[in-house]
């Protein structure tokens, strides 16, 4: 494209607004507080094409004034580029809103949006819906519900666009001379769909910029209204029905997950037990090893012979031989042996039976073991083999 202006327009066509009665907020952003950066604190921001933009704009969706010449100049909006560097076409930029619980049929998705400049360059976007979290990144290949699709410019030819909605609303007072004709930029234009379809569901909003080497598009004022789950899940402060960031016991810093620092033990900040911090870890090596296991009398770091026996482990007779990896074991424990089992049993050092299978199955899940000696017994056609082993 030749366009080498720094413009960002937003776009004005109308959609008949849901005449249901909504009485609470679900979300709501208008970027007005944001400074300009990238669009990623609350959204999630994924720029598939990574093709650098013409004007050295950031690759994905970021906030900033609209600055597109027209009225709507000084309104702080979530923008994205479709001008790339060498006019490539493939400019693909997803942003998608946290998750929300569709309670019942009363929830309207609302928001406004531009084009730069009109009609020349005139970009268009899709909006999709999912209930799947991460289909901002397969949206190209399909799966998701579109909830409306806005037209772009195509053939660098001011009367030629692709299908969907037009924007039609541009200032009329601001015209640019843009390669020989004049252009208009865009206003930002109110737009709503109806969510009733998704009622009962946890669903994922997101706007998709998939035009092709044609200026900006602006995004504003997104809102979702509709009913607050009745439901009451222990720990959702916010009412939506669903458990978010902020809202996990133990998620101190509100990120959504428990990590640095709010680990129980982790008395060094470090976001997981380590060193020093392990029950049992005697030396502070991270690991329950030898002379610190309970019943480990000759400090070798296993229990054998006679010490199985003080803990009430049978030190069993193998009529053939197994090996079995990794030892000690935080996860899957591999069984090798040169025949079919029949059974496998794994017992704890007080003789409970705390796992049994029938299948011919050699990789064991233990991730749900406490950390301590095991004993495993193997049955086949030739008779019993066992191993002790330790769940770290």
Known sequence: MKNIYFFLVLV??????????????????????????????????????????????????????????????LEK??????????AQNGNRNYMMLPSLYISDTNAVLSWKSAPALGHLYMDGYT??????????YYFSFGGQDTLTH???NINDNETDFSDGIMHTYFDSAAGVNLVGTIQYPGLLSPWSVDL???????????????????????????????TKSQTILVGDTNGNGVIDAGEIAGDINGDGVIGTGETAGDVNGSG??????????????????AGEILG????????????????????LTSAFDINIYPNPVKDFLEIKLNSEMSSVMIYSATGQLVYENTANNKTI???????????????????????TFLKQ
């Open 12 to 73: 004005l066509t109308q959609f008949t607004f849901n005449s249901k009665a909504q009485s609470d907020t679900l979300f709501y952003e208008n970027f007005d507080n944001w400074p300009t950066r990238e669009a990623d604190s609350i959204f999630v921001n994924y720029d598939e094409d990574q093709v650098a933009d013409a004007n050295g704009l950031p690759g994905g969706w970021f906030v900033a004034n609209f600055a597109n010449g027209g009225a709507d100049s």
């Open 150 to 152: 806005f037209a772009q």
């Open 272 to 289: 997981s037990i380590g060193a020093g911090e392990l029950a049992g870890d005697i030396n502070g090596d991270g690991v329950i090893g």
């Open 196 to 226: 009733s379809d998704y009622a009962g569901q946890k669903v994922f909003i997101l706007f998709a910029h998939n035009s092709d080497d044609d200026n900006y598009i602006a995004i504003d004022d997104i809102m979702v209204t509709g």
């Open 365 to 387: 899940d233990t991730s749900n073991l406490s950390t301590g000696m095991y004993n495993i017994v193997v049955l086949s056609a030739s008779g019993q083999a066992s191993k």
């Open 296 to 315: 480990d009398a000759n400090g070798n770091g296993i229990l054998d012979g006679s010490e199985l026996n003080n803990i009430g482990l049978k030190d």
């Open 77 to 86: 909006v979530a923008l994205s580029s479709s001008w790339l560097i060498g």
């Open 127 to 136: 909006v999709g819906i999912s209930t799947d979290s991460l289909f901002y």
